[in-house]
């Protein structure tokens, strides 16, 4: 053999080592987040630190029974997302952070890795669980997005349950909105009709985690398929329609079975800019990083991302490879994450120091 033949070969086989990850592939596994940003243990109460830890601990619940009775990834993420989104803790469904109008608008994806079908939805207002208009656009109609009016249209046709904007209503993102309006010297709208009247006082002590709390959720069944959600009100105080990542395909949300799955959170602009979910897929694809490396890479670029204003991306992924290994990255001081896999134990964590 010539010895450049034999360095190839040798390359090669070190390229094939850190390409597939060691560790045995579970039967099935489930990664979650509820949102990154600057979450701190100085800013938050033991008692809704121990909300948010029950919470996380529930979502592994939903998706893990599922996953071990065989079923798909898609029909965990759906019942794991559509769960945090009855939920007032997460930015998301009711408890979504509020528009610069004083209404939430609603963005929601939903990608299938065995085909890289995918659904999205953008700034709904009636659709109960976003969720699943997301997945309604991806089995039942032709398109992959689909946004306000007209996406409400559609879900009225599936028969989707339908509430009035004021259902979403919580008063601590209404808090949260009056807060941020004031701070921008924007007007504050009237409280939604249907909202419960002002309450005489407000303590913001131990919640003010202004806007995070975007859900989203990567599964890989014991079929071997991975799909990945999420579901995000956005950002405080948006304003002129303004979408992020959350609903954008190759952003906010990926999957591509035997390479991986991805969810993001975070300021929705870097990660569109970034392309920050197809990004971490075709680096496992094509660079053959492992699930962790691609993650810490890009949430690196993210970080190194600069806007207008001088500010750079903040936020964080949650990450399966195409083996059902989890993995997850962020540049905030925290970010609500969780995993299982099958036989394994629950890993929930919140602050960066964890
Ligand atoms: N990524 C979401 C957005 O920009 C917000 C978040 O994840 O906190 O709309």
Not at 11 to 28: F, I, K, N
Not at 86 to 94: K, S, W
Not at 241 to 265: E, F, K, L, M, W
Not at 327 to 352: C, D, E, H, K
């Amino acid at each position: 053999m010539k010895w450049w033949t034999f360095l190839s070969l040798a390359m090669l086989a070190a390229c094939a080592t850190t390409a597939t990850p060691q560790a045995p592939a579970p039967r099935w596994s489930i990664v979650v987040h509820g949102g990154a940003g600057v979450i701190e243990r100085s800013g938050m109460t033991s008692e809704l630190e121990a909300q948010y830890r029950a919470a996380m601990n529930r979502a592994l619940t939903t998706g893990g029974d599922i996953l071990e009775r065989g079923g798909s990834s898609l029909d965990a993420i759906q019942a794991v997302i559509s769960e945090m989104e009855e939920d007032p803790l997460f930015n998301a469904g009711r408890g979504a952070v509020f528009a610069a109008d004083g209404t939430n608008q609603l963005d929601s994806s939903i990608m299938d890795g065995r085909t890289r079908a995918a659904g999205a939805v953008a700034g709904a207002t009636r659709t109960r669980h976003p969720i699943q208009l997301a997945r309604r656009v991806m089995e039942q109609s032709p398109h992959v997005m689909l946004m306000g009016q007209g996406a409400e249209e559609f879900a009225r046709s599936q028969g989707l349950e339908e509430v009035p904007n004021s259902y979403f209503f919580t008063e601590r993102r209404w808090q949260q909105l009056e807060a941020e309006l004031r701070r921008r010297g924007l007007p504050i709208p009237p409280r939604p009709e249907g909202a419960p009247p002002p309450p005489q006082s407000w303590n913001m002590d131990g919640i003010d985690d202004h806007q995070f709390g975007t859900v989203g959720v990567v599964a890989y069944d014991t079929h071997g398929n991975i799909a990945a959600g999420t579901s995000t009100g956005g950002t405080t105080a948006k304003r002129w329609g303004r979408i992020g990542d959350a609903p954008i395909i190759g952003a906010g949300t990926y999957a591509q079975n035997g390479v991986c799955g991805v969810s993001a959170t975070g300021t929705g602009e870097f990660f569109i800019r970034v392309g920050v979910a197809r990004d971490i897929c075709a680096r496992i694809e094509f660079q053959h990083m492992s699930a962790q490396e691609a993650a810490d890479t890009v949430i690196a670029e993210v970080g190194a991302t600069t806007n207008t204003a001088g500010a750079t991306g903040d936020g964080g992924v949650i990450v399966m490879d195409g083996r059902g290994h989890a993995a997850w990255a962020f540049n905030t001081p925290g970010m609500y994450r969780a995993t299982l896999s099958a036989g394994g134990q629950p890993v929930v964590q919140i602050f960066a120091d964890e």
